[in-house]
C-alpha cells in the first residue's frame, strides 16, 4: 500500500514542496454519483483519516449538506501518495456540485491541473456534469474519466464508458472503474492523478499570488480563506492584500487541511491551502480574487474574478409579525459566510415587514430559506422568485425592477428579461415531450446531440424566468424523473411582458402580482384566482378575485357569501365550550390578515405562494 | 356528550364560592335532571348516555332515582350555605338519553323528590324530553298528574331514509297519534327537529316540516345535524362513506323551516327555536339563554350558579360513587370573572329574539352595530337590535366580532 512513509514525508513538507511533487485536482459529479464517498475512500487509503475517525462523507460539515447529500462549499485536503518511491503531494479541491454554483465551482476549476470526471456506472452522466466538463475543457484540465459504483448489480460500465468516451475523446478502455463503496479501484485512480495531471507551474521568485477559491466563516475562527498559490509564497504573519478591493489584513494563520486544519510555516508555489486573518464577514475575503503581500505586492491580479450576482429574488417574510427582528439578525449572520446573499427591507401590504433578498438561483433561494428555518428557527412565507427585469419607459427613464410590486406604471417602451443557456438531458424516449415543454417555455432551440444511441442532449436559450417559475418540476414530471437539467447566464432579451395583478375584493394583493408574459398572462390570472378560491375562506359578503393587467381584467373567480356561521345548540353545557370554541376562533383570527375588508388566513398566503416549484424537488440538479 | 371542558377542580364536597350565592335570591333556580339511557345508540349522538341496563355496582337504572335523590340533598345543602334563602324551582327538565325509558312511575317519582327538597313555583314549568316510541296514554296521564306541563319530543323526521340514516327507530306514522295523547292529557307539546342529515333532499325536509306544521304543536325546535367526531356518523363521514352536511344547504334548510313554521303561526324566540306564542316558548331554556341559575342533576350534568359553572362526572358509576360516598359529583368548575361573563352574556344574547341593547355592549359596538344592521343581519328593535333572519344563521360571526371588543 503506498502511503508514503515518514522517510519521505520531507520531501513534501508544506511549503517546501516542489511544484513538481504536486498534484492538484478535483471531482466532477452529478449529486448521487458517489463523490463524496470516493473522497472518503482516499482520504482513508491515503491516511490522512484514521479509520476509526472516518465519518461517512467527511468533507460535507453542514447538516443541510450531509442530509440532502450535497455539497455546497467546497474544500480542500491534502493527501500524500507514493508512487515509484517518489512521494506526492495531493490536493484534492471539493467543488459544488450545483446550477447555481457554477461560478464557485469555475474558481475551484480554476485552482486545479485536473480533474476526475466521476459518472454512476449504473446511471451515465448528467447534465449538470456535461456542464462542469465543458467548463473543466475550457480551463484546460487534464480529465480522467472514473466509473464509480461497479458494484451496483446495475451497472453497465461497458455502455457508459462508450458514453465518456465519446465526450471526452478518449478509448473507452482510459476509463477508470471503482467502487466508492468496496475501494476497490481507488488506489489506481491516485495512481492515475499522479501520473497524468501535470504538476503546477508558477514562478517562486515573483510576487506572491494566491486564488480564492472558497471562503467559509466559522464561528470561532472567523472568515477561513481557501487558497492556491500561483506565484510566489505566502508566509504566516505577513501583511496581505486583496487585490480587488485594497484591503490588507494580518495573516494571523496559515495551513492546509488533511484534513483538520493544519498550520504551516506558509505556501509555496501550487500549493493549495486556508488562510486566517481574523475577518468577520466573508466579503471581504471574495471567490475569484487574488490574495499578495502588501508589502512586495503583485500588480496584475489572477484572471477570473467576477462580483457575485444575485439572479433571483424573493421577498421573505416571518410569519409572526414579531419575529422580524430575529430574521434581520439571523440574515446577518448567514451573510457572514454567503457572500452572494444580499437583501434589504421589504413592507408588503398583505404579509408585513420582510426582507426583499436576492439569489445566486433556486436552490440558493431554498438553501438560505431553510437554514433560516431550521438554524434559526424562524417560520417564513416567501414570495414567488422572480429574476430582474430592466424597464425602459417611454421617456427613456429605466428602471431595474426585481419585485413585480415595485413595475412601474404609465407608459412602457421596452421590458428587457435575463435569458440563459439550457442544457438538458433525457433518455431520448422523452425528446419530444420535452421539446414541446421548452418551447412551451419560450425557449429556442439551439442543438441537439446524441450521447448514446438512447440518450440526447437538448441546448435551448430560455427564459431565466421561466426556469424560476417552475420548468424543472414539469421537466421530471414529463420524462419521469430521468431528464435532468443545466443552465448558465446567456444576457437579456426584450420580450412581451406584462404584470398581473390580482385582486381580492378590488384590492391588489402585493404578494400575488407577478411579471409575464403576455400570452400566459390569462393562464396565471385563472391559476392564481382558482387557487385563492379554493383557499380562502367564506366571509360574511361574496368576494370577487380577479387578476388584472393594468385595469383590465382578464380573469375571475367569486367566492360566495356565507351564509351560515352559527351553532345550532347552545344549552347548559354547551355554554363553556361554545365560549371556549369562541376564544379560540377570536386567536385564529389573530393570525388572519386583513387584506382590505377580507381575512385571508396565512395559511391562504402560504399555500398560494408556495406553488408547485419550489417544494417539489430540493435536492435535485436544476 | 363531547369531552367535559378544561377546569378547576372543585371542593370534594360541591361547595361554591360565597359570592355565588351572595345575592341568589333576586334569581330565579332552574332544575335539569339527566337521564343516561337509551335503548340503541344513535349514530349520530354524542351525548352522555348508555344503553345497558347495568352500568356496575349500585349503578343500575333502579338505582337511579335514589342516588338522584342525595344528589338533590347535596344541592339544597350547597345552594342554603352562607345563608341564601331556599328557592322555588321556576322550571325543571328532564333530558338524556331518554328519560322516557324509565317509567312514568319513576320519572314522576324524581319530580317529586325535588318538589320535596326545593318546592315549585305555583306557575312552574316542567318538561321532558320523550321518544315517541316510548309514550303511552296511561304514562302520559302519570307524568301530567306529577305535575309535568311540556313534553318535548324527538321527532327529528317524518322520512324514514333520513330516520334510518339517524339510527331513529320510531314510526313517523305514530307521530300525530302521540302528539295527540299529550294534548288529551294537558300538556303542551313540543317537537324536535334535525335537516341536513346526509342524503336529506329539500323535499324530504319539506315533507318532515309539513308533517311537524300539521299536528299543530305548541314549540318546534330544528337543530342542523353536526357531525361530532367520536361518533358512528362522524366516522362514516371521515371515511367518505357519507357526505359532510353542506353549509348552503343547511342555511336554506334553515329559510325553509323559518318559513313553515310562520305559516303555521309559529314564531323564532331563538335560533333554533319557535313557538306560538311567549307563554308556549320553552322557560328552562330561556333561563339558560339569560344566564339564571340553574342545577344539573345526574352523569356528567353542568350547572351555573351565580357566575360559576360545574360539571359532574360523566359515568354513571362514577357519579353514584361519588354521592354515595358523600361526595360532590362535579368534577370540574369554571370560577368566570365579570369578562367572561360579559363575553357569555354578549354570546347568548345574540342568538334570541329580543337581542342586544346597545348600551349594554362594550365600547366600540356602535359601529359594528350599525354595520350589521347596514348588511341586514341585525334590526332595531325599539332600543334593542334583534337579528333578522340573515343575521340568526350568522350569529356566531356577529358574536365574534362584538367579543373582539373585549380585550
Known amino acids: ?622 | 356528550m363531547p369531552a367535559q371542558p378544561e377546569g378547576e377542580a372543585p371542593p370534594r364536597d360541591g361547595a361554591l364560592p360565597a359570592g355565588a350565592t351572595a345575592d341568589a335570591a333576586g334569581r330565579p333556580l332552574s332544575l335539569y335532571v339527566h337521564v343516561p339511557y337509551c335503548r340503541v345508540r344513535c349514530g349520530y349522538c354524542d351525548f352522555n348516555t348508555y344503553t345497558a341496563e347495568e352500568l356496575g355496582p349500585g349503578a343500575s337504572r333502579a338505582d337511579y332515582r335514589p342516588t338522584l335523590a342525595r344528589e338533590a340533598d347535596l344541592a339544597l345543602r350547597v345552594l342554603g350555605a352562607h345563608g341564601a334563602p331556599p328557592r322555588p324551582a321556576a322550571t325543571v327538565f328532564f333530558g338524556g338519553g331518554t328519560p322516557t325509558l324509565l317509567p312514568a312511575e319513576v320519572l314522576a317519582g324524581v319530580l317529586g323528590d325535588l318538589r320535596a327538597r326545593f318546592g315549585l313555583a305555583p306557575d312552574a314549568e316542567v318538561t321532558t324530553e320523550a321518544n315517541p316510541d316510548t309514550l303511552t296514554p296511561e304514562g302520559l296521564e302519570v307524568l301530567a298528574a306529577a305535575g309535568f306541563t311540556r313534553i318535548s319530543m324527538g321527532m327529528q323526521s317524518a322520512v324514514p331514509h333520513v330516520l334510518a340514516t339517524l339510527d331513529r327507530t320510531h314510526d313517523p306514522a305514530r307521530i300525530p297519534q302521540v302528539v295527540r295523547w299529550v294534548k288529551e292529557a294537558g300538556m303542551q307539546v313540543s317537537v324536535d327537529l334535525i335537516y341536513g342529515t346526509p342524503g336529506e333532499s329539500l323535499e324530504d325536509w319539506r315533507r318532515s316540516l309539513e308533517v311537524a306544521c300539521a299536528v299543530a304543536p305548541d314549540h318546534v325546535s330544528a337543530y342542523s345535524l353536526i357531525v361530532e367526531p367520536g361518533t358512528r356518523l362522524g366516522a362514516q363521514v371521515r371515511r367518505g362513506q357519507l357526505p359532510m352536511p353542506d353549509e348552503d344547504d343547511l342555511a336554506d334548510k334553515y329559510e325553509l323551516a323559518d318559513a313553515a313554521f310562520r305559516a303555521a303561526g309559529l314564531h323564532w324566540y331563538e335560533v333554533s327555536n319557535w313557538a306560538t306564542g311567549a307563554d308556549t316558548r320553552c322557560r328552562h331554556n330561556l333561563a339558560y339563554w339569560a344566564d339564571a341559575d340553574w342545577w344539573g342533576f345526574g352523569p356528567g350534568a353542568h350547572s351555573h350558579i351565580g357566575g360559576v359553572r360545574f360539571w359532574n362526572a360523566k359515568h354513571p358509576l362514577a357519579w353514584t360513587q361519588r354521592l354515595a360516598e358523600g361526595l360532590s359529583p362535579a368534577v370540574g368548575r369554571e370560577v368566570l370573572d365579570p369578562q367572561t361573563r360579559e363575553i357569555e352574556r354578549i354570546m347568548l344574547a345574540a342568538r334570541v329574539r329580543r337581542g342586544l341593547a346597545l348600551d349594554s355592549l362594550p365600547p366600540g359596538a356602535q359601529d359594528l352595530v350599525a354595520g350589521f344592521g347596514a348588511a341586514g343581519l341585525l334590526e332595531p328593535d325599539g332600543p334593542w337590535f334583534a337579528p333578522t333572519l340573515r343575521g340568526r344563521l350568522l350569529a356566531d360571526y356577529m358574536v365574534r366580532e362584538l367579543t373582539g371588543l373585549i380585550a
Request: with cysteine; net charge negative.
Open chain 1, 1 to 622: 500500500m503506498p502511503q508514503v512513509s515518514d522517510a519521505m514525508k520531507d520531501s513534501i513538507a508544506v511549503a517546501a514542496t516542489a511544484p513538481e511533487l504536486i498534484r492538484n485536482f478535483c471531482i466532477i459529479a452529478h449529486i448521487d454519483h458517489g463523490k463524496s464517498t470516493l473522497a472518503d475512500r482516499m482520504l482513508q487509503i491515503t491516511g490522512v483519516v484514521e479509520p476509526r475517525a472516518m465519518r461517512a462523507q467527511y468533507l460535507d460539515r453542514m447538516d443541510i449538506e450531509r442530509e440532502r447529500g450535497i455539497t455546497i462549499k467546497s474544500q480542500a485536503v491534502r493527501m500524500p501518495w507514493e508512487v515509484d518511491g517518489r512521494a506526492y503531494a495531493l490536493n484534492m479541491i471539493d467543488t459544488p456540485g450545483h446550477v447555481d454554483f457554477t461560478y464557485e465551482v469555475s474558481r475551484s476549476l480554476a485552482a486545479c491541473e485536473g480533474t476526475l470526471l466521476l459518472v454512476d456506472a449504473a446511471q451515465g452522466i448528467e447534465a449538470q456534469t456535461l456542464a462542469n466538463l465543458y467548463l473543466a475543457l475550457e480551463n484546460d484540465l487534464t480529465i480522467i474519466p472514473v466509473l464509480n459504483k461497479i458494484d451496483l448489480p446495475a451497472a453497465q460500465p461497458e455502455k457508459y464508458a462508450e458514453e465518456l468516451a465519446g465526450l471526452i475523446g478518449c478509448e473507452p478502455e482510459d476509463c477508470l472503474r471503482v467502487s466508492g463503496k468496496t475501494g476497490e479501484g481507488v488506489e489506481a485512480v491516485l495512481d492515475r492523478i499522479v501520473a497524468e495531471t501535470p504538476h503546477p507551474v508558477g514562478d517562486a521568485d515573483a510576487p506572491a499570488r494566491a486564488m480564492i477559491f472558497d471562503s467559509v466563516y466559522d464561528t470561532y475562527r472567523g472568515v477561513v480563506t481557501y487558497v492556491r498559490v500561483v506565484d510566489g509564497k505566502l508566509a504566516p504573519r505577513e501583511k496581505i492584500e486583496m487585490l480587488s478591493t485594497g484591503a490588507t489584513h494580518e495573516l494571523l494563520e496559515i495551513g492546509v487541511s488533511s484534513p483538520e486544519p493544519t498550520p504551516s510555516k506558509g505556501l509555496g508555489v501550487g500549493e493549495v491551502g486556508y488562510l486566517i486573518t481574523g475577518v468577520k464577514d466573508v466579503r471581504q475575503s471574495r471567490v475569484g480574487d487574488t490574495v499578495t503581500n502588501a508589502k512586495k505586492p503583485a500588480t496584475q491580479a489572477l484572471g477570473g474574478y467576477r462580483d457575485p450576482k444575485p439572479m433571483v429574488f424573493s421577498g421573505l417574510f416571518p410569519i409572526d409579525g414579531s419575529d422580524y427582528p430575529a430574521l434581520r439578525d439571523a440574515l446577518d449572520k448567514l451573510k457572514l459566510n454567503d457572500a452572494a446573499l444580499v437583501y434589504e427591507p421589504e413592507t408588503s401590504a398583505a404579509l408585513g415587514f420582510g426582507f426583499r433578498c436576492g439569489f445566486l438561483g433556486l436552490l440558493h433561494l431554498e438553501i438560505v430559506r431553510e437554514r433560516l428555518e431550521r438554524e434559526f428557527g424562524l417560520d417564513l412565507i416567501s414570495t414567488a422568485p422572480s429574476v430582474v427585469y430592466q424597464v425602459t419607459m417611454e421617456d427613456r427613464s429605466e428602471f431595474e425592477v426585481t419585485n413585480p410590486s415595485e413595475y412601474p406604471a404609465g407608459k412602457i417602451r421596452e421590458v428587457r428579461e435575463p435569458i440563459v443557456r439550457t442544457t438538458v438531458l433525457t433518455p431520448s424516449e422523452y425528446v419530444g415531450a420535452v421539446m414541446e415543454l421548452c418551447q412551451s417555455k419560450r425557449g429556442q432551440m439551439k442543438g441537439m446531440d446524441y450521447l448514446s444511441e438512447d440518450r440526447v442532449e437538448l441546448r435551448y436559450t430560455m427564459p431565466l424566468a421561466e426556469i424560476v417559475f417552475d420548468f424543472f418540476d414539469q421537466l421530471k414530471s414529463k420524462t419521469k424523473g430521468y431528464a435532468s437539467l443545466d443552465y448558465e447566464n446567456d444576457g437579456e432579451q426584450a420580450a412581451d411582458l406584462v404584470k398581473v395583478d390580482i385582486l381580492l375584493h378590488g384590492d391588489p394583493v402585493d404578494a400575488f402580482s407577478a411579471i409575464v408574459h403576455r400570452d400566459k398572462a390569462y393562464a396565471y390570472g385563472v391559476m392564481m384566482a382558482g387557487k385563492l378560491k379554493d383557499l380562502i375562506p367564506r366571509q360574511q359578503f361574496e368576494v370577487p378575485i380577479q387578476a388584472a393587467i393594468g385595469s383590465r381584467i382578464i380573469a375571475r373567480e367569486t367566492i360566495r357569501a356565507m351564509r351560515k356561521d352559527v351553532l345550532s345548540k347552545c344549552y347548559g353545557g354547551d355554554i363553556s365550550r361554545k365560549r371556549k370554541l369562541l376564544e379560540k376562533q377570536k386567536e385564529g383570527k389573530k393570525r388572519m390578515k386583513m387584506v382590505g375588508s377580507v381575512e385571508v388566513p396565512q395559511e391562504a398566503f402560504i399555500a398560494a405562494l408556495s406553488s408547485d416549484d419550489a417544494k417539489a424537488d430540493k435536492k435535485g440538479d436544476r
